[in-house]
């Protein structure tokens, strides 16, 4: 891939760059934001480590939205991130207005790009951006299932001890509190993780996974989660450039999967060139069916809510 723009370059968007670069996902980074000098000073950092890690993309910031033009694949990290005691909805409004600017822009001057959603609450501004650009789904894609899953995997390593690189989830629905995890599918080296951890442990862990950004927004105090949130963007990210067709949890646009249309949900997706390829449609069992559906209301009422 040649190039990628990440527009916002706050702390997720920061990272972001640093990862695809040091893991040379594409030629060149450019960084977008409205701060003045800021996306500059970002890009002068994240390119200071090159010599460290030996990358030669080539990263810059930018106030001029122009400057994403010919991006492959575009990256919205920016937006209000929660304080402590808010949800992901109670940003919603702002955020929104926020990315219908940015969307006009991508269209504008990325209109072929592939368009990543980060900025909360994902799940409905990816259907925003959808629905204002009207492009093929396989183009607009959320992320919150990575991150999402790779919390749950964490906190799996955590309480048994074992390799994190071992250990296999899968989450669905919407990002955070209205997740749906999918414990059939959950492993360790391909031993269900049931056989390791008891039925109290692993609902404390969903608990967790649940809330595990409210935890680091409440432990880190002044900014929310972006450490994963980055890595989590850099495996989508790599998975399209290097066509890899990883099967992944990400948010997409549903078109009667999972008995849901009209609406941007968490589902395993298969990703590589060109963006989404697939939607893998798992047969849930009744209780999962009814968290997913409850999920999708929850992502509706918030669609509901935009002016
Ligand atoms: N989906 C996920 O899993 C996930 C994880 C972490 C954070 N987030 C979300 O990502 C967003 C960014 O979080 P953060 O911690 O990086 O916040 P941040 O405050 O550090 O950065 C946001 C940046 O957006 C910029 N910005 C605002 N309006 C802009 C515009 N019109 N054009 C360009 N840039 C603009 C700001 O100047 C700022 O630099 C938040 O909405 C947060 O909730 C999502």
Redesign the pocket.
Known sequence: MDKVAI????????TTAQFLAKQELCREVVL????ED??QGVALDVFQTAPFFGFDTRVSGSND?EAMSRAELVVI??????KPGMS?SD?LQA?VE?LD??VADVQRHAPDAILI????P?DVLTYRAWRLTGWDRRRVL???GV??SSRMASFIAMETGFSARDITTMVLGG?GDTMVPLLRFCTINGIPVTHFLSEDSLERIIERTRNG?AEILALRKI????DA?GA?VAAMVDAISRDRRRLLPCVAILQGEYGERDIAMGVPCVLGDGGLDSVVELELTDAESAEFAASAASVRKDVARLT
């Open positions: 527009v916002g370059a706050g702390r997720v968007g920061e977008v934001d409205v701060r800021v996306p939205p990290t920016a937006g209000l991130p929660r992901r940003v955020n926020i600017g940015i959603i980060v900025s909360n994902v959320g992320q919150a991150l999402d990002h950004g900014s929310s989660a972006y949130p989590s």
